[in-house]
């Protein structure tokens, strides 16, 4: 049984920073790729960054120069550092485990409005 707890997520002015954790816990883990997707209101949830164990990165055009990613293979964590934040990015963002099957978290919330 593989846990997800999520921290960080708040509330923020456009230009802030905010940063996005995400540890994994349990037995047997063989995690593959990790991540965060995002759902604004009213919309589809929806890709924001994910990372393979290799490394491989693969972000939404949407965040591309703001975002970076980062994970520690060691720890089963992924980070998501956000920069320059406008409020068409507040929405829930949902961290992302992929082993042999799909796990989310519970979600946080990132409002970025003045």
């Known amino acids: 049984q593989v846990q997800l707890v999520e921290s960080g997520g708040g509330l923020v002015q456009p230009g802030g920073s905010l940063r996005l954790s995400c540890a994994a816990s349990?037995?047997?883990?063989?995690?593959?790729?990790m991540g965060w997707y995002r759902q604004a209101p009213g919309k589809e949830r929806e890709l924001a960054a994910t990372i393979t164990d290799g490394g491989r990165i693969n972000y939404a055009d949407s965040v591309k120069g703001r975002f970076t990613i980062s994970r520690d293979n060691a720890k089963n964590t992924v980070n998501l550092q956000m920069n320059s934040l406008k409020p068409e990015d507040t929405a829930v963002y949902y961290c992302?485990?992929?082993?042999?099957?799909?796990?989310w978290g519970q979600g946080t919330l990132v409002t970025v409005s003045s």
């Open positions: 992302y485990v992929r082993t042999y099957y799909i796990l």
């Open positions: 349990g037995s047997n883990l063989d995690i593959r790729t």
